[in-house]
């Protein structure tokens, strides 16, 4: 998608859908439909992609849901609401995440060893040209 800018109407994005949401259930339809639209509808033989797809279709799902149940409204009627909201985002904002790269021990076993060629092969190229220059000498 590209965002472009009207004159009259200001920035806007290419191809967005607009829709009047009233509740829950028209959010998880309208969402629905967008992750339908965004599929690929040829045959995905790669199973990585595939699940990487899935995987961000639940994502988005799971973003409606929280989506539906944060409301924050000018209204006074729904002020309770609205500042329950504003803290459960003040606490979201304090979360320290700490991601750590899964990786496999066979995986970690095999750059160290590559490493290890690396450096041996440095080594006797070093080793080889050093005598080579005595000899010529």
Do not use: W
Not at 52 to 71: F, H, Q, Y
Request: glycine share 4%.
């Amino acid at each position: 998608m590209r965002i472009r800018e009207h004159p009259d109407d200001g920035p806007y994005v290419e191809g967005l859908t607009k829709a009047t949401l009233t509740d829950v259930k028209t959010l998880r339809t309208v969402i629905g439909k967008s992750i339908k639209n965004s599929e690929h509808v040829h045959n995905l033989n790669d199973s990585k992609r595939f699940n990487e797809g899935r995987k961000i279709n639940l994502s988005l799902s799971c973003l409606s849901t929280v989506i539906g149940k944060l409301a924050i409204s000018p209204s006074y009627k729904h002020y309770n609401e609205t500042l329950n909201t504003l803290r459960y985002a003040q606490q979201a904002k304090l979360i320290k995440n700490a991601p750590k790269v899964n990786e496999d021990s066979c995986t970690t076993y095999i750059k160290q060893l590559l490493n290890e060629i690396s450096t041996l092969k440095q080594r006797l190229y070093e080793k080889d040209y050093c005598t080579v220059g005595r000899v010529s000498q």
